[in-house]
């Protein structure tokens, strides 16, 4: 594309142009005045999507914390037995793999059929399984496993896990204005089909590398914002959550494992 504005930047120069090129150019420092207003609208667009991308990996980054938090509390705080530790432990690493699905709107992984009560009407599993912690976190303290304190120590990190879910929705559910991508991009366009007038004069055959450089820095970064501010994908330049899910996973086991060699103290 770039390289085809390159072209279109010779447009001026050529013979054919000459009997009416004094009347269709433009004076450079107008195009200058145009030219810094679009860098500001782009500077804007750029910097909404990276907040976008650093607000999503902010959040998984708390989705990985809480989940070892909670790991680490069901292994050591409370004395449940080895089955329902695993039960949960299961639970949490479901939760960050169907997340991960979920908004990326793929199937849910196949981890998730080892989870009790799970199939395929559940329309929005990271939901599902809250659901279920918060299910065994009653159960327990139905059966006096847990006390009240227990309780709400708990319960302040599933809460928290809930609302991480639904913060990574309203990124991926809430972009950018479209009328404002619309303009931003419309406003590229103009400012491509008319910089070779504006330096032509100035600059000569110049115009047309110029002419190339422009392009290509402008739609390049039309380009990186509309990638950056869709940060839950399979991209290159999006979230590896891949990692960001193996890292809960074994973390989460390796705590449930070293919890279960110890011997549960009564009391």
Not at 68 to 97: C, Q
Not at 241 to 264: F, G, H, M, S, Y
Request: proline residues 3%; aromatic residues 12%.
């Amino acid at each position: 594309m770039a390289a085809a504005f390159a072209a279109y930047g010779a447009v001026p120069l050529l013979p054919w142009f000459a009997n009416f090129r004094d009347a269709a150019l433009i004076p450079a420092e107008i195009h200058a005045a145009l030219t810094l207003v679009l860098g500001w609208l782009l500077v804007f667009r750029t910097n909404t999507a990276y907040g976008r991308w650093w607000d999503a990996r902010t959040l998984w980054g708390e989705i990985v914390s809480v989940s070892r938090t909670l790991a680490a509390k069901y292994a050591h705080m409370v004395n449940i037995p080895e089955e329902e530790l695993d039960g949960v432990g299961r639970y949490l690493v479901a939760f960050s793999w169907g997340l991960r699905d979920h908004l990326r709107d793929a199937a849910t992984s196949e981890s998730l059929s080892e989870c009790d009560g799970y199939d395929e009407t559940v329309k929005h599993v990271p939901v599902f399984l809250v659901d279920r912690l918060y299910k065994c976190l009653f159960q327990w303290k139905a059966n006096g496993w847990i006390d009240g304190a227990d309780q709400r120590v708990i319960d302040a990190d599933l809460r928290r896990l809930h609302e991480l879910a639904g913060q990574c929705e309203c990124i991926r559910l809430t972009r950018l204005a479209s009328s404002y991508r619309v303009f931003v991009r419309q406003c590229i366009a103009v400012c491509l089909l008319t910089i070779p007038w504006g330096i032509s004069a100035d600059f000569g055959w110049w115009a047309v590398p110029l002419t190339g450089l422009t392009a290509y820095f402008m739609l390049g970064l039309e380009v990186v914002a509309e990638h950056v501010e869709e940060p839950f994908g399979d991209d290159e330049d999006d979230l590896d959550l891949d990692r960001l899910c193996t890292a809960v996973t074994d973390t989460v086991q390796e705590t449930i494992a070293r919890a279960k060699q110890v011997p549960k103290v009564d009391g």
